[in-house]
């Protein structure tokens, strides 16, 4: 059975970074896109962003490109997201999340369903 540990996340001021990591205990090689997704209160789970890990491959919500960057450490399984220029809209649960390899497309990265393993989730707090 596939494991996702989440790490990092917290609090922090208007501006401020926090990164994420998230590492897979076991990932067969056709199980290797991994992304962020995030829940805010009352909101639908979103795509945060995506990498293949085998790969160049790699997407990001419109609302996130240019302050958050995910990278990976393919031979750990691992994927990290650093987030910079926090805002308080970016107040979420993150949850860590690995599908089959078709998933890392244009059409299907967003898409919950997509994807056969998630992390349980870790809180990040933007205060203005």
């Known amino acids: 059975q596939v494991q996702l540990a989440e790490s990092g996340g917290g609090s922090v001021q208007a501006g401020g970074s926090l990164r994420l990591s998230c590492v897979a205990s076991t990932l067969t090689y056709s199980m290797r896109c991994m992304g962020w997704f995030r829940q805010a209160p009352g909101k639908e789970r979103e795509g945060v962003a995506v990498t293949y890990l085998a790969g160049s491959t790699t997407y990001y919500a419109d609302s996130v490109k240019g302050r958050f960057t995910i990278s990976k450490e393919p031979v750990n399984n691992t994927v990290h997201l650093q987030m910079s220029s926090l805002e308080p809209d970016d107040t979420a649960m993150y949850y860590c999340?690995?599908?089959?390899?078709?998933?890392?497309?244009?059409?299907?990265?967003?898409?919950?369903?997509?994807?056969?393993?998630w992390g349980q989730g870790s809180q990040v707090t933007v205060s203005s």
């Open positions: 999340a690995a599908g089959p390899v078709w998933v890392c497309s244009f059409e299907s990265w967003s898409k919950l369903t997509a994807y056969s393993y």
